[in-house]
């Protein structure tokens, strides 16, 4: 690593020597001499500075562009070094919606850590939108998230599908039934999540899809809640297959499909725009996609009502 270029970089950015000395753990003196230096070896001021700011010259602001890009590649290669030396390890913070996190997140990182064990990963569950927060304030190394979200600052790639099915009580008119028409559910109850998750999203486009609305709706914060309360007779909802294996297993919820409007959305996995990423997360994305290519997401449970 040039030194010199990280000081003179981390001083433009900082506007002030001390604020430098301090983030590169340096004497202030120690920050001087080096942009004395640089000065010197160029010929020329790169620094204007007075007691009040300190800014780039127009020559700064050429070395400030090349040298981001120098560190960066300093960086990238002390990366694929320690890549090449180094056994994968450490932490691996990753934030997942509700659906993801609580019904298919467990089994993959339980098989993840039979390949990797020196990765130790975290998870919190959140809504969609709140991963999305987290990521942006880099308190997430990459998010799971439903539904067609996209900022500017992050890539967010789909990785699987998901299918969403109308749920209803055993106790229901329609339990049993296979398919029906999109009319026949309008005068029901809704139980919809709150705004913000992924599931609302998928939800809210279906219905704006055939254009109309249900009267009455409930709106609960998360899917457990939802499913207590359709199994109560509460109402209906719609809520991914996933989520509710085990009540189509124990035969206290029932699947509806809706005829010729197939409910569906993505999985995306969502990480900072960036070359350099920790080798961990690299590891778990790979992970990911082998896992979706091998179709692993659309495996049924051994029985299925209204399969």
Excluded: C
Excluded at 109 to 131: D, G, H, T
């Amino acid at each position: 690593m040039d030194h010199q270029l990280l000081t003179f970089v981390t001083v433009a950015e900082k506007k002030n020597f001390t604020r430098a000395a301090q983030e590169l753990h340096v004497t202030q003196s120690a920050v001087t001499l080096a942009i004395k230096t640089l000065e010197k070896n160029y010929k020329t001021k790169l620094l204007d500075r007075t007691n009040k700011y300190v800014r780039l010259t127009k020559a700064g602001e050429i070395l400030y562009h090349h040298a981001k890009e120098i560190l960066s590649h300093y960086e990238k290669v002390q990366r694929l070094i320690d890549d090449l030396i180094h056994s994968a390890s450490g932490p691996l913070s990753i934030g997942s919606s509700y659906t993801f996190g609580e019904y298919l997140l467990p089994g993959i990182i339980a098989k993840f850590k039979q390949l990797y064990p020196l990765i130790i990963p975290s998870v919190s569950i959140r809504n969609s939108k709140r991963i999305i927060s987290q990521l942006l304030r880099h308190e997430l190394d990459l998010g799971i998230i439903e539904g067609d979200l996209q900022h500017p600052e992050l890539l967010i790639q789909p990785f699987a599908q998901d299918e969403m099915v109308v749920i209803v009580s055993a106790s229901h008119r329609l339990a049993g039934v296979m398919e029906v028409e999109v009319e026949e559910l309008l005068d029901e109850t809704w139980i919809f999540r709150e705004e913000g998750s992924g599931t609302r999203q998928a939800t809210d486009r279906f219905f704006e899809k055939i254009g109309t609305f249900p009267a009455s709706t409930m709106s609960f914060g998360s899917s457990q809640i939802i499913k207590g309360s359709v199994e109560a007779g509460l109402g209906i909802s719609i809520l991914s297959e996933y989520a509710v294996r085990r009540e189509l297993d124990l035969g206290t919820i029932h699947t509806v499909r809706i005829k010729n409007q197939p409910i569906t959305r993505n999985y995306s996995y969502a990480i900072h725009k960036s070359d350099f990423r920790a080798k961990a997360i690299d590891l778990f994305l790979d992970f990911l996609r082998t896992y979706s290519a091998l179709d692993f997401f659309s495996q049924p449970t051994e029985t299925w009502n209204n399969r």
